[in-house]
């Protein structure tokens, strides 16, 4: 009971990161097995830790998730809160107006000119397999601190919480 507990705590953590930080690097395989990443705006993460994104359903990473591999890696960074989420996963395509309907808000018309209406917008959904995270609580003065320390010591600096989450 204790370890599903603190698992939902650390799945809570690391979605809580996910939704503040809000830009993710998406990386796909593409036909040739190369890692191919660029940046995605997260539009909704679910209770259990799935990821929605917008995206037009002819760009190459569509081809990617469904003709090659499903495997994904989504990397989040704030520099500024000194947060980091590594999320491995597997994606799908999925066409749903009605979760189109749900998550349309209007940063995504800059994307999309025609709107969710748009026939080349759809979703990709991504299922967490597993999520890495790393967090400083300490301040940003702190972090300086420990890093000029580290410097003269030689010893690393404490980079704060991490932990993995296996869902």
Partial sequence: METNTKSNQQLEKVRDMM?????AMMTTID???NLVSRPMAVQQVDDDGSIWFFTQ?????VDQIDNHDHRVN?????????DYV???GTAREIDDRTKIDELWNPMAKAWFPEGKDDPDLTLLKVHIDMAEYWSASDSRMVRLFQQAAALVTGNPPDMGENEKIYT
Avoid: E, M
């Fill in 57 to 61: 359903r002819t760009s190459p990473k």
């Fill in 86 to 88: 590594s999320v491995s």
């Fill in 19 to 23: 939704n503040d930080i809000r830009i």
């Fill in 31 to 33: 036909a040739d097995g």
């Fill in 74 to 82: 989504l990397g989040f960074a704030s520099v500024s809160d000194a």
